[in-house]
């Protein structure tokens, strides 16, 4: 009775906690498939009766959303990539040097609130003139996924036997083919996770784009944001603007859960 | 056997020896400074020039478009009487101690419920991570439909427990709250995480010796596992506290600071100063007065730990 008794309870206590975040999406998805006069209706409908793909196709059709999904596509691709070329070898290096120390520099970087790079680099990029191209975005972003993957290499590079590269060593490799056929391979996993954090943190970045981004060069966070002061009162269309940026995270989230839950957690708890 | 073995060992022992300094002759000569180096240069340009140039910006007196003229630090001596800047510190204390304490309590609460073995707890788990993934700016402009004091779905979920309706993000006293609220609903799931990894380090054994002298629920959990977890619950204090102070996205796309000033944090403020009146020596000061903010809270934290000795009550238990 008791056992039963405290499924009950736990099973209560699991519904109101998940529910939340599972209530906001579809809410989310009700008002992307409603027509106006049901997204208005006072109480709120929330299984609409007729379904409204026009707001989706309004987004997808509207003047520049192209653009923005291929300026957003660019920004966090070039941004990943080259963090991870440059990242992941640090990491390796870091970790083999033992100088965990030196990542106080990721620390802070960590720490420092977006805004406060924003500031000079924005002087920087207009100095240099590239305001209005993508180039500032990419750079910036280098802010946010360059600490990830050296962060999350450096912990996986820790863990990772260093015998075979001893061993790779005495047979005469050089230290970058040791690199490349011994470390790399065996670090596979730590790279996914590195990669799929730092495309998640990238392609949500809002702060970098309200600054640098001009009308031709936004990302679609940016571009979302811009949505509210032309369309303040159709909610459709909004809200389908809304799940069309945020799906493709959505869905890695779901589907690479494990990678992300070990490199957020490794992150943390180190 | 044991002849064999002890005749043989001293001779391996030896070789052993030689292996290990034979390596490290050859080991020592190799350098990891290559991999390190490209990494550097980026982190100096993105990271560390940013500073110091901000630091140099600060004792100048430069609007954008003027010249700068050395101001020493006339900008931090602006600071104190600059009633919006003190007004922003204190919304975001308040902000912050919110924003840490509620996720930190209801994401312990879900992580004991994680803990839990039941059907589809995977999937279940992803479902409860999409809150602090998906795009902030994309939440946050569905929590502000959410807020419409007429349309918004949280004001009829209200009359639905016989509540009456709130202005939430649109009256100066709820402006902060309702924020915190979307916070909340944000990063819980990172506490989750973070706490479910402390809550399944934990062997059974205590559990079962607590079961079989009949504690309750809460016992269990009041003198096994949270004793346990408590470094956890440091660590999850302390990066949601710095991501709390830093927290921009969500207020910026609500309520962009308002109604008023009534949710302008100093990021908020920040960005005005910033970027809508260009006055980039006085915000550079503001950026450093801030990341020394930031830091101070962080020591506290730490403080705080060692006086409640928080890390040996895991040890003790």
Known sequence: ?270 | MSELTAGKAPAKTATAAEITTARKEQWRPISYWPFVIPAMIVVMAVIIFPWVYTIWMSLHEWKVGQAPTFVGFANYLRLPSDARFVESVGHTLVYTALSVALPLILGTLAAVIFNNKFPLRGFFRGLFILPMMATPVAIALVWTMMFHPQLGVLNYLLSLFGLPPSLWVFHPATAIPSLVLVETWQWTPLVMLIVLGGLSAIPTEPYESAQIDGATPWQTFRYISLPMIMPFLFIAAMIRMIDAVKSFDIIFAITQGGPGSASETINLYLYSVAFVYYDVGYASAIVVVFFALIVALAGALLHLRQRTHWNEAGGSA
């Not at chain 1, 280098?142 to 015998?163: A, D, H, K, Q, R």
């Not at chain 1, 943190?201 to 679609?220: C, D, H, K, P, Q």
């Open chain 1, 1 to 270: 009775m008791r056992d039963f008794l405290n499924k009950l309870g736990l099973t209560f206590a699991f519904i109101v906690i998940v529910s939340p975040a599972v209530l906001f999406f579809l809410w989310m998805l009700s008002l992307s498939l409603k027509f106006e006069i049901d997204n208005a209706s006072y109480p709120p409908v929330f299984i609409p009766e007729r379904i409204n793909w026009g707001n989706y196709a309004a987004v997808i059709e509207s003047k520049r959303f192209m653009t923005y999904f291929f300026n957003t596509l660019i920004v966090t691709g070039s941004a990943t990539l080259f963090a991870l070329i440059i990242g992941v070898p640090a990491g390796y290096g870091i970790a083999r040097m033992r100088a965990r120390k030196s990542a106080i520099v990721i620390l802070i970087a960590r720490i420092t609130p977006g805004l406060s790079y924003l500031i000079p680099l924005f002087l920087l990029f207009q100095w240099l003139g590239l305001l209005g191209t993508l180039w500032p975005q990419i750079i910036i972003h280098l802010v946010v996924t360059v600490p990830i993957v050296i962060w999350i290499m450096i912990g996986y590079f820790e863990t990772t036997p260093m015998e075979l590269e001893e061993s790779a060593i005495i047979d005469g490799a050089t230290r970058w083919q040791v690199f490349r056929h011994v470390a790399l391979p065996i670090a596979r996993s730590g790279i996914a996770v590195a990669f799929i954090l730092s495309v998640i943190f990238s392609w949500n970045n809002f702060v970098f784009g309200i600054v640098l981004a001009g009308r031709e060069t936004r990302t679609l966070p940016v571009a979302v944001y811009n949505m509210i002061s032309f369309d303040q009162l159709s909610w459709g269309p909004l809200a389908a603007a809304a799940l069309i940026v945020t799906l493709p995270v959505l869905l890695l989230t779901m589907f690479a859960q494990r990678q992300i839950v070990a490199g957020l957690t490794a992150g943390a708890v180190k």
